[in-house]
């Protein structure tokens, strides 16, 4: 256990080096990313499409929908491309492919922990979260979503060692997941079949459950909805990661 500690710590440290490594911003960028998703959704949405947030106030909605979507869409990208550059990990070192995929998951933390904060910071500051029994159901709702991302981003990792396609085609899939799913637009504004999709995607209802959860605490019917959830996240996570640790050695000797 603990060379695999010692082994995921080195893969995280490599990982932000590698990325904030001449920036002059640094480590300052995960916190300015939702930030600057917010101002743009706000100017074309708010202002131009006059998109209905309730009685919250647009740039809260979308500030707190925006980390959502990124505890699910950093971890899902991080882990596809887990074994693009893991080919010097496993043949110098011995270590699994998991532990590669861990790594990997560590270092999309550290980039979603960031949005989440800048969220409650401002939804705090805003009056707009009533209780701290929502904060607690808000950040259950982004762990089940940094689970599911990760799962499904070890599985597609694992199939894109077979067909490079999936990992170049990822980021223009999320792309359009991001403008079909309720982020930025609540899910009652979604009509005909995008509704129905929605109202069955637990992506969907993660990220309307988690907004909910923090701006429009419902006690009552929140903790039932977010066990519910997490019995369909935790099914379909240790599905995928099941089907891709068949494959962990074949990917392993692959890269080697």
């Known amino acids: 256990m603990k060379v695999w500690i010692f082994q995921i710590r080195q893969i995280v440290l490599s990982d932000l080096r590698a990325r904030y490594r001449g920036s002059r911003l640094g480590l300052a960028w995960p916190f300015v990313q939702p930030l600057a998703w917010v101002f743009a959704m706000t100017l074309v949405l708010n202002r131009v499409g006059d998109v209905n947030s309730g009685t919250t106030p647009y740039p809260i909605f979308a500030l707190t929908s925006m980390s959502l979507w990124l505890a699910f869409a950093t ?46 910071f401002f939804a705090l500051l805003s009056g707009s979260v009533q209780n701290s029994h929502a904060i607690l159901l808000f950040v259950g709702a982004s762990a089940l979503l940094f689970l599911l991302g990760s799962s499904l981003g070890y599985l597609l990792g694992v199939l894109s060692v077979y067909w490079r396609d999936l990992s170049i085609g990822l980021p223009y899939c999320l792309n359009f997941l991001l403008l ?28 309307d459950s988690g907004r909910s959860f923090l701006l429009h605490a419902n006690e ?12 369909g996240v935790v099914l379909i996570s240790s599905g995928s990661v099941f089907l891709a640790t068949l494959k962990s050695k074949e990917v392993r000797d692959r890269l080697c």
């Open 180 to 207: 079909a799913t309720p982020v930025f637009y609540r899910s009652s504004e979604t009509f005909g079949a995008h509704r129905t999709v929605s109202s069955f995607s637990p992506l969907a209802l993660l990220i």
């Open 75 to 120: 971890p899902l990208l991080q882990a596809s491309r887990a074994f693009d550059s893991a080919s010097p990990w496993l043949r110098n070192f011995p270590i699994s492919p998991l532990v590669v995929v861990f790594g990997k998951c560590a270092a999309a933390f550290f980039d979603t922990l960031p949005a989440l904060l800048v969220a409650l």
């Open 220 to 231: 009552s019917s929140q903790s039932f909805s977010l066990l519910a959830l997490l019995f």
